[in-house]
C-alpha cells in the first residue's frame, strides 16, 4: 500500500503526461491526431479536442476518416475514434463490427485482443480500478481483471493502493509507478 508515500499532484502530473493532455505532448497536425489515437486507444471527438494544440485541427478528423487513418466506431455506447492499424484488435476484443473495405492486412486476428487493449490502457493511465477499464470498454469485470492478472505476472502492472485517499485496490504500470515515484 503505498497511498500514504505517493503524492496526488505528482500522480496527476504523471497522468496528465501520459493522456497527453500537457501543451508539448499534444497533436500539432492531424498525422499528430493519428498518432495520438495509436498511443492512447480509443478517443471520443470530445476527449481528442483537449489533446490538440488547436481546435482547427479538428476538422482534420473528419479527413482522416474518410482516408481511412481513423475509424469512428461505437464503443461502450459511445462513439469513439481509434487508429485503422487498431481495427482488428477493437474487432477481436469487444466484437465491434468493422466498416467494409478496410485492407486485409488490419483485419488480421489479434491474439490476445483484450490484453492488449488493458495493456494501451495501463501504459496511459495513472493508478486505475479493473472497474475503470471494464467500463472504458464495456467489458465484464472478470475478464479485465484476468487480463491484469496477466500482465502483473509479466511484470508490467503492479496491484495495490496507490491513490492517497483511495479505498479500493488498484492496478498501475510499472513505468507509470517509476514516474510518480520520481
Do not use: K
Amino acid at each position: 500500500d503505498l497511498r500514504e508515500l505517493l503524492d496526488a499532484d505528482a500522480i496527476a502530473e504523471v497522468e496528465e503526461t501520459a493522456q497527453c493532455l500537457i501543451e508539448s505532448h499534444r497533436a500539432r497536425s492531424a498525422d499528430g491526431i493519428h498518432d495520438l489515437c495509436l498511443r492512447l486507444g480509443d478517443l471520443s471527438r470530445d476527449e481528442l479536442s483537449l489533446r490538440v494544440v488547436d481546435q482547427s485541427l479538428l476538422e482534420s478528423v473528419d479527413r482522416l476518416v474518410r482516408a481511412r487513418r481513423l475509424l469512428e466506431l461505437r464503443i461502450a455506447g459511445e462513439r469513439r475514434l481509434i487508429a485503422a492499424e487498431d481495427a482488428a484488435r477493437y474487432r477481436d476484443a469487444l466484437g465491434i463490427p468493422l466498416p467494409p473495405g478496410l485492407p486485409a492486412s488490419l483485419m488480421e486476428p489479434v491474439a490476445q485482443p483484450v490484453l492488449e487493449l488493458v495493456r494501451r490502457y495501463a501504459r496511459t493511465h495513472g493508478p486505475f480500478t479493473g472497474r475503470d477499464a471494464a467500463n472504458r470498454f464495456a467489458l465484464d469485470a472478470a475478464v479485465i481483471e484476468n487480463a491484469l492478472r496477466l500482465l502483473a505476472h509479466e511484470g508490467r502492472v503492479l496491484e495495490g493502493g496507490f491513490r492517497p485517499g483511495g479505498l479500493h485496490r488498484e492496478w498501475c504500470d510499472a513505468e507509470i509507478l517509476r514516474q510518480i515515484r520520481r
